[in-house]
Each structure stands twice: as C-alpha cells, then as structure tokens.
C-alpha cells in the first residue's frame, strides 16, 4: 500500500511539472510574437562590506540582446567582483528562451515588472532551477 502511494504522487507530480512546461512554453510562444522586447537591465553585485550594490553597464542593458548569440553567453565587459545578479525589467516575469545562459554562466536572473508589480527570482542551485516571488503574486494567465 505505501509502495503506490509513492508511486501515485510520483506520477502526479511528474503530470503537475509537465503541465506547468507546457503553460511555460506556451508563453514563451507568445513572447517570440511581440515585436520589441521592453528591457532595462544592470548587475546586482553583493558586498559585505557595504551592503548590496547595483551598477548599469550600457552593454548589459538589453541582456536578451547578448543570450542571442550562439554558445555560452560572453559579456562585453568584465563583470565587478562580487557579481551575483542581472535584474531586468521586463513587461512579463516570464523569461525568454535563451535566459538559461544567465543562469549557466552561474549567476541568478531577477525579473521585475511593473504593472502589476511583481519580482520574481530564478536560479540554479546544486543543479536543480528554483524559482520564487519575492515581491507581488502569480497571476492565473
């Protein structure tokens, strides 16, 4: 009995993930349609000493610009020690398809729209993808 119990909520959540994929791609679709990409982006860089800083490089601005390129993704600059973020506002918190590089090049990608104002983080983390609100709700579409 406790065997398919397992096995029941192996399924499920296997069927839960596959159903969130597919709304994931879905969107992503969408995304691909729209014309300009609104876009502003800077490096979040941790300090201990003094604190959380931000720094905007006009080279990373449009960061969905440089994951286009093929391969991993290359900045134009040398990233300040410390960095450990890319925040961008976007109009949607649901990244595009070649934001994977951000976070294969070992750094978190914060999204941040304004209306309805939503933060949401995404990271890799002992090789799984996490990802959580840190500011607002999920809508339902």
Do not use: A, M, N
């Given at each position: 009995m406790y065997l398919q119990d397992i096995t029941s909520m192996c399924w499920r959540n296997i069927f839960i993930s596959?159903?969130?994929l597919s709304c994931f791609a879905s969107n992503l679709a969408a995304l691909e349609t729209k014309e300009?990409?609104?876009e502003d982006c800077w490096l979040i860089i941790a300090n201990?000493?003094?604190g959380t800083t931000s720094k905007k490089f006009p080279s990373i601005n449009k960061i969905?610009?440089?994951t286009q390129n093929k391969g991993a993704l290359k900045f134009p600059v040398a990233l300040p020690?410390?960095?450990?973020?890319?925040?961008?506002?976007r109009g949607t918190i649901v990244p595009l398809k070649n934001d994977y590089k951000i976070l294969m090049s070992g750094?978190?990608?914060m999204i941040n729209i304004h209306e309805p104002y939503q933060l949401g983080m995404f990271e890799v983390k002992k090789g799984k993808l996490n990802f959580w609100m840190i500011r607002g709700e999920m809508t339902k579409y």
């Open positions: 596959l159903l969130y300009e990409l609104i201990t000493r003094d969905s610009e440089l020690k410390g960095t450990k973020t890319i925040e961008c506002i750094l978190k990608l």
